[in-house]
């Protein structure tokens, strides 16, 4: 489903070289997670796969079943199915959560060639989720973002991804920030996604998410490459020894 | 008599440093040298006489230039206790000299729309007064909406007196050069106005949004909030000013003007001032100039959101909130459906 081939990446104008040559296949129904030291840029990757601007990719190819993703808009990839869940979150202010929501949604779907969403069966649908989430309905009338707390944020995203069910997600440090029960709601939305044509990319810093969501495999991002990789123990393993043995 | 252009404002005069009117008054333009003929919707219970009325209730070099051409004065009374729903509609402010002169009765509470759109190439020059006996309140929206091409100079002299109450909302598209001017002398004490605006600006057109408060008795409240929205070679431009004199205690006033500008070959002049005598007061100003928060923008378009609509969206989010406290709903809708046309386009 996600083929990374030989991926290179920088920051900063190209100076600063963050990424080389990592190769990564996550195929449809698997979910995969990327553990590693603090700046080893797993945040880049997540940004290259949902290209931003100032992440520039100097090599390799990325493709999605099949479609080069790196010929294509921020916006073209969404509606492509790619979801990022971002580690920090962005404040909108003035717009309100259901408004951009329901924009976003009807974007995508109008990119796809599909038919909109009409008010109603959104209403309906974003209702009944935010409960699932046991999310406060207020918070859907606030300005996106604005003013949560660090977990309410993470929930958010959650209600999103959820709502726009998209086809490849990339979770980043979703877990930071969540207290226990969060987490177990969060989780449980997650692996509510997972399917046969859905694949996932879980970055994070903790083993803790992972047992929860339990992944297919376990891969260590260090030196800018897949520098080991594992089933679902190794993340026990890696927690316990730390990642000084793959430092680049 | 035709208008002698000399006597227009030029950028020597301070007030006017960055609204050159005499640099863009051509003797062809439609209204130069004629009274206007304004066309008002009167409200049940508010009447208007025209008068010719050599009176001088202002001072300033384009009011005398109203007095000179125009002559004579709209007067609109408003009796005391005033209260309906239906607003004064003020339209026909599209060429000419205009006088209009708006007196609210104690206690009276009006509500004003007034429609600025001018024909093309014209000049319009308006002074309007507008007298708030105690205890009057007042609901100002101000459309102004001018073609390309045509030059407008607008100002209006409030006079407020005790427990007066003003709520100023302008939104404006500019002109080939345009100057919405609010000036209050507060009067009385409590008085609480909020004159809010916002300016959206594409292609070479330009406006200046000026005000001046002048504060000498204790106790009144100001808030001011002004955003812009600049693209293409437009050019906005604020300037508001503050006077506490001494007996005006306690004052509690904040001026704000945030404009954004979504290309760097827009421009945006700014001076916002406070002038204070009195010791006692809570006075603020902040002035911003930014672009549209790039972060942003990607997590929009991340979540499948158009680069252009996440733009326009943002940028809404940006002006919208100036006319938040509108009391007219419909009117309040409209005001921001013109915008999402502006940005639209
Ligand atoms: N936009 C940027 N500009 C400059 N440096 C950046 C930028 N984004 C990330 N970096 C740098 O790249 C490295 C990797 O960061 P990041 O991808 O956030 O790591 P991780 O998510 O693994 O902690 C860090 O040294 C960080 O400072
Ligand atoms: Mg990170």
Redesign the pocket.
Same mark, same amino acid.
């Given at each position: 489903m996600l083929k990374i081939n030989n991926l290179s990446a920088a920051?900063?104008d190209g100076q $600063?070289q963050?990424l080389s040559g990592l190769s990564l296949e996550v195929p449809a129904g698997e979910v995969h997670a990327i553990m /590693?030291p603090? =700046?080893? =840029? $797993?945040?880049?990757l997540s940004y290259v796969l949902t290209g931003r601007d /100032?992440y520039e990719v100097t090599g390799g190819d990325v493709s999605l079943n099949g479609k080069d993703l790196l010929e294509m808009d921020p916006e073209e990839r969404a509606a492509a199915g790619v979801f990022l869940s971002f580690q920090y979150p962005l404040e909108i202010p003035g717009v309100p959560t259901m408004t951009f929501l329901k924009t976003a949604l009807n974007a995508q779907r109008k990119a796809r060639g599909e038919e909109e969403m009409k008010a109603p069966e959104f209403l309906k649908k974003s209702r009944a989720l935010a409960a699932e989430l046991k999310m406060k309905p207020e918070m859907l009338k606030r300005p996106l973002n604005v003013g949560f707390s660090g977990g309410e944020k993470k929930r958010m995203e959650i209600f999103q991804m959820m709502m726009l069910e998209p086809n490849f997600i990339v979770m980043d440090e979703t877990d930071s920030g969540l207290d226990v029960d969060a987490l177990r709601i969060v989780a449980d939305g997650v692996n509510k996604l997972r399917s046969p044509e859905r694949g996932m990319l879980i970055i994070t810093h903790y083993q803790r998410l992972l047992d929860y969501i339990v992944p297919d495999a376990v891969h260590v991002l260090a030196g800018g490459k897949i520098a080991a990789s594992g089933d679902a123990d190794f993340a026990k393993k890696l927690e316990a020894e730390g990642y000084d043995a793959y430092a680049a | 008599m035709p208008l002698d252009l000399n006597t227009l404002p030029t950028r020597r005069d301070e007030a006017w440093k960055w609204t050159d009117v005499r640099a863009v008054a051509k003797e062809d333009r439609g209204g130069l040298s004629a009274a206007g003929l304004p066309k008002f919707t009167l409200p049940d219970g508010v009447s208007i006489s025209e008068a010719s009325d050599g009176a001088s209730q202002t001072d300033t070099p384009m009011a005398s230039l109203a007095r000179s051409i125009s002559g004579a004065v709209w007067t609109v009374t408003v009796p005391e206790g005033f209260n309906a729903k239906d607003p004064l509609v003020i339209e026909g402010l599209s060429r000419g000299h205009i006088r209009i002169h708006l007196v609210l009765g104690k206690g009276a509470s009006l509500s004003v729309i007034e429609h600025h759109a001018g024909d093309a190439s014209s000049f319009v020059n308006l002074d309007m007064v507008i007298d708030l006996s105690e205890g009057a309140s007042i609901e100002r929206a101000i459309i102004h909406d001018d073609p390309e091409s045509c030059l407008r100079v607008a100002t209006t002299h409030i006079t407020a007196w005790a427990g007066a109450k003003i709520n100023q909302y302008a939104l404006s598209f500019g002109g080939d050069l345009s100057r919405l001017e609010t000036r209050v002398a507060v009067m009385g004490k409590e008085v609480e106005a909020v004159l809010n605006g916002a300016y959206l600006l594409g292609a070479k057109r330009h406006v200046d949004m000026t005000s001046y408060i002048d504060l000498a008795v204790p106790h009144c409240t100001i808030r001011q909030a002004v955003k812009g929205v600049v693209k293409d070679k437009a050019r906005g431009v604020f300037q508001g000013k503050f006077h506490v004199r001494r007996p005006a205690q306690n004052t509690d006033a904040e001026m704000r003007h945030d404009a954004l500008m979504l290309s760097d070959t827009a421009e945006i002049r700014s001076k916002p001032e406070l002038e204070i005598y009195a010791d006692d007061v809570a006075c603020a100003h902040g002035n911003t100039i930014g672009q549209l928060d790039e972060s942003a923008l990607f997590y929009m378009r991340q979540r499948g959101i158009p680069v252009a609509q996440a733009r326009a969206l943002l940028t809404e989010a940006f002006v919208a909130d100036v006319f938040d406290d509108m009391s007219d709903e419909p009117l309040q809708e409209s005001v921001l459906g013109k915008i999402r046309e502006w940005l639209g386009a």
């Amino acid at each position: 489903m996600l083929k990374i081939n030989n991926l290179s990446a920088a920051v900063d104008d190209g100076q $600063k070289q963050i990424l080389s040559g990592l190769s990564l296949e996550v195929p449809a129904g698997e979910v995969h997670a990327i553990m /590693g030291p603090n =700046g080893a =840029g $797993k945040s880049t990757l997540s940004y290259v796969l949902t290209g931003r601007d /100032g992440y520039e990719v100097t090599g390799g190819d990325v493709s999605l079943n099949g479609k080069d993703l790196l010929e294509m808009d921020p916006e073209e990839r969404a509606a492509a199915g790619v979801f990022l869940s971002f580690q920090y979150p962005l404040e909108i202010p003035g717009v309100p959560t259901m408004t951009f929501l329901k924009t976003a949604l009807n974007a995508q779907r109008k990119a796809r060639g599909e038919e909109e969403m009409k008010a109603p069966e959104f209403l309906k649908k974003s209702r009944a989720l935010a409960a699932e989430l046991k999310m406060k309905p207020e918070m859907l009338k606030r300005p996106l973002n604005v003013g949560f707390s660090g977990g309410e944020k993470k929930r958010m995203e959650i209600f999103q991804m959820m709502m726009l069910e998209p086809n490849f997600i990339v979770m980043d440090e979703t877990d930071s920030g969540l207290d226990v029960d969060a987490l177990r709601i969060v989780a449980d939305g997650v692996n509510k996604l997972r399917s046969p044509e859905r694949g996932m990319l879980i970055i994070t810093h903790y083993q803790r998410l992972l047992d929860y969501i339990v992944p297919d495999a376990v891969h260590v991002l260090a030196g800018g490459k897949i520098a080991a990789s594992g089933d679902a123990d190794f993340a026990k393993k890696l927690e316990a020894e730390g990642y000084d043995a793959y430092a680049a | 008599m035709p208008l002698d252009l000399n006597t227009l404002p030029t950028r020597r005069d301070e007030a006017w440093k960055w609204t050159d009117v005499r640099a863009v008054a051509k003797e062809d333009r439609g209204g130069l040298s004629a009274a206007g003929l304004p066309k008002f919707t009167l409200p049940d219970g508010v009447s208007i006489s025209e008068a010719s009325d050599g009176a001088s209730q202002t001072d300033t070099p384009m009011a005398s230039l109203a007095r000179s051409i125009s002559g004579a004065v709209w007067t609109v009374t408003v009796p005391e206790g005033f209260n309906a729903k239906d607003p004064l509609v003020i339209e026909g402010l599209s060429r000419g000299h205009i006088r209009i002169h708006l007196v609210l009765g104690k206690g009276a509470s009006l509500s004003v729309i007034e429609h600025h759109a001018g024909d093309a190439s014209s000049f319009v020059n308006l002074d309007m007064v507008i007298d708030l006996s105690e205890g009057a309140s007042i609901e100002r929206a101000i459309i102004h909406d001018d073609p390309e091409s045509c030059l407008r100079v607008a100002t209006t002299h409030i006079t407020a007196w005790a427990g007066a109450k003003i709520n100023q909302y302008a939104l404006s598209f500019g002109g080939d050069l345009s100057r919405l001017e609010t000036r209050v002398a507060v009067m009385g004490k409590e008085v609480e106005a909020v004159l809010n605006g916002a300016y959206l600006l594409g292609a070479k057109r330009h406006v200046d949004m000026t005000s001046y408060i002048d504060l000498a008795v204790p106790h009144c409240t100001i808030r001011q909030a002004v955003k812009g929205v600049v693209k293409d070679k437009a050019r906005g431009v604020f300037q508001g000013k503050f006077h506490v004199r001494r007996p005006a205690q306690n004052t509690d006033a904040e001026m704000r003007h945030d404009a954004l500008m979504l290309s760097d070959t827009a421009e945006i002049r700014s001076k916002p001032e406070l002038e204070i005598y009195a010791d006692d007061v809570a006075c603020a100003h902040g002035n911003t100039i930014g672009q549209l928060d790039e972060s942003a923008l990607f997590y929009m378009r991340q979540r499948g959101i158009p680069v252009a609509q996440a733009r326009a969206l943002l940028t809404e989010a940006f002006v919208a909130d100036v006319f938040d406290d509108m009391s007219d709903e419909p009117l309040q809708e409209s005001v921001l459906g013109k915008i999402r046309e502006w940005l639209g386009a």
